[in-house]
Structures are given as structure tokens and as C-alpha cells.
């Protein structure tokens, strides 16, 4: 079906989700759908342009994505509300956009740190084949503190494998991490992985999170280098199902900054002061 609408679309996720248990409510004015589970009292919000965007190219897999996203939280808020949080699940740091929430829908305030201008680090209790954000209502169940959740969280993320993919343009390489765990982006947080990437680059080190589930990693060796990066990091960022920043930060001597129009100047500078 080429050229469905939001309406449709809600038609078409009904088909493939039914259940008494679920209450449909579509709000044309803001494009969003939203989910309520009357059994467990939650519910979500889903918002349409994406997947609409998604199905222009990838389809009924498209489609297939969000049944299996909504089929697998529902199943999370079913088993907490049934067994409550198990202190062995694992809680993993993940990356957000400045913009994204501070609180739950319930109005409870998320854990969260500061990272750079453009993102924020949260806190998710690992659910299996989905997770939660850590919210302060939840402190209690998980029987650890703010800062215990922020120190374990950082402890999971060096232990995660940063397989890679190479490739070269234009004579710059690029390195992408995408192991689809839900935690690509958080491997930005590892510092050791970082410094020893900063080792293997004969260029510039960028490092981009467009969307949560991968991690670009640039060896930019020439000005052609960050218009290729600009253009692949904004593609990413279209197309990621949780989109992070289309900006990329430059890496150097452990510190990320902000890649601005002025970049090149600014790399320019930084040749200068090397000389």
C-alpha cells in the first residue's frame, strides 16, 4: 500500500495487534496513536510520521518493527507488574537527545547525567528483548541508589564487544559499531574503547550517535571527509528508531566537542598548533 496515511496505518497496526485488552486512541492533531493496555492500566504513545517514513521504503518489515516493539513492552510491563524488578537484570547507560524527556509519563523524574550540548545519558533496567528507563519511583525495587545505578551502568558498558565494520571514502575511513543490542550509541561512554580507537587515527577522530543503535566513528583525512560525514550521519539520523543527533562531536585528548560549520577551520587551527 504506497501513500498510506496515518488513519490507515493505525488500521493496518490493529490487524496485526488484536487484543480485548487494548484500547486505541488516534489523535489526528498531533499524529500520534496512543496504546492503552486495560488490563495492566499503561499504556504508550506512538507517533506516526516515523513509521510512515520507515514504511516508504522498508514496507511490511516496517510495520513488522513496531508490532514486535509493542508486543515486547507490553510483555515487560507484564512481568514487572507480576515479579517486580529482579536486581540480576542488568542496567545498561543510553544515549538521548537534550530534547528527549526528564520524566516518565507518570510524572516521575528519570536518572540521568549531563554528556555534551547535544545529549543526555539515561538509565534502562535490561528487560531481555526490551528495557525500561530508570525512573526514581523505581529505586526502591531495584534496592540501588541514584549514583550505584550510574556507577553499575558504566561497569556494563566496557564490558559490551565494539565489533566493527570498516569502510573508506573518499580516502577517510569510517568505523561503524551496530550490534543492534539497543546499547550501540552508549558505547561512547567507553573511554578505554575510545582512547584506543583515538591510537589507530592518522586523521581527525570523529565520533557520531545519530540514532541509538549505531556508533560512527571517523578517521577524517581530508575536507571532503566531513561533508561525507554530515550527509551520512543526517541519513542515519532520518532513519534510526531512536534518533540521538545528527551532529558529530570531534574527539580529542578525551573530550568531545561539537562539530560546527567551522570545523574545518577549526581543525585547521589545531594543525597549526601541532606545527
Known amino acids: 500500500m504506497k501513500g498510506m496515511n496515518s488513519q490507515q496505518l493505525v488500521e493496518l497496526l490493529k490487524e496485526h495487534l488484536p487484543s480485548e485488552n487494548l484500547q486505541w486512541r488516534f489523535d489526528r492533531k498531533t499524529d500520534k496513536v496512543r496504546l492503552e493496555h486495560t488490563v495492566l492500566k499503561k499504556g504508550m504513545d506512538i507517533s506516526l510520521p516515523e513509521i510512515l517514513a520507515k514504511y516508504e521504503t522498508k514496507q511490511e518489515a516496517a510495520i513488522n518493527e513496531v508490532v514486535y516493539t509493542i508486543r515486547e513492552t507490553f510483555k515487560a510491563m507484564e512481568k514487572e507488574q507480576k515479579d517486580g524488578f529482579v536486581t540480576e537484570n542488568a542496567i545498561y547507560p543510553v544515549i538521548r537527545s537534550t530534547s528527549f524527556p526528564q520524566t516518565s509519563k507518570a510524572g516521575d523524574r528519570f536518572i540521568v547525567k549531563d554528556h555534551t550540548a547535544e545529549t543526555r545519558i539515561f538509565y534502562?533496567?535490561?528487560?531481555?528483548?526490551?528495557?525500561?528507563?530508570?525512573?526514581?519511583?523505581?529505586?526502591?525495587?531495584?534496592?540501588?541508589?541514584?549514583?550505584?545505578?550510574?556507577?553499575?551502568?558504566?561497569?556494563?558498558?566496557?564490558?559490551?564487544?565494539?565489533?566493527?565494520?570498516?569502510?573508506?571514502?573518499?580516502?577517510?575511513?569510517?568505523?561503524?559499531?551496530?550490534?543492534?543490542?539497543?546499547?550501540?550509541?552508549?558505547?561512547?561512554?567507553?573511554?578505554?574503547?575510545?582512547?584506543?580507537?583515538?591510537?589507530?587515527?592518522?586523521?581527525?577522530?570523529?565520533?557520531?550517535?545519530?540514532?541509538?543503535?549505531?556508533?560512527?566513528?571517523?578517521?577524517?583525512?581530508?575536507?571532503?571527509?566531513?561533508?561525507?560525514?554530515?550527509?551520512?550521519?543526517?541519513?542515519?539520523?532520518?532513519?534510526?528508531?531512536?534518533?540521538?543527533?545528527?551532529?558529530?562531536?570531534?574527539?580529542?585528548?578525551?573530550?568531545?566537542?561539537?562539530?560546527?560549520?567551522?570545523?574545518?577551520?577549526?581543525?585547521?587551527?589545531?594543525?597549526?598548533?601541532?606545527?
Do not use: W
Open 124 to 275: 534502562a533496567l535490561d528487560l531481555g528483548t526490551t528495557y525500561r528507563l530508570i525512573d526514581e519511583s523505581m529505586l526502591d525495587s531495584i534496592g540501588m541508589t541514584e549514583s550505584e545505578i550510574i556507577e553499575s551502568a558504566l561497569f556494563k558498558v566496557r564490558a559490551l564487544p565494539t565489533n566493527m565494520k570498516k569502510d573508506e571514502v573518499a580516502g577517510n575511513m569510517f568505523y561503524f559499531v551496530n550490534n543492534n543490542d539497543g546499547y550501540d550509541a552508549s558505547r561512547i561512554l567507553n573511554q578505554s574503547f575510545l582512547k584506543e580507537m583515538e591510537e589507530k587515527i592518522e586523521g581527525h577522530m570523529t565520533v557520531s550517535v545519530p540514532h541509538q543503535d549505531v556508533l560512527i566513528i571517523g578517521d577524517i583525512r581530508n575536507d571532503t571527509g566531513y561533508d561525507v560525514l554530515a550527509q551520512m550521519t543526517m541519513q542515519f539520523f532520518t532513519v534510526g528508531a531512536v534518533p540521538v543527533t545528527s551532529l558529530s562531536f570531534i574527539y580529542e585528548d578525551g573530550k568531545l566537542e561539537p562539530i560546527f560549520i567551522m570545523a574545518k577551520n577549526r581543525v585547521a587551527r589545531k594543525e597549526g598548533k601541532r606545527k
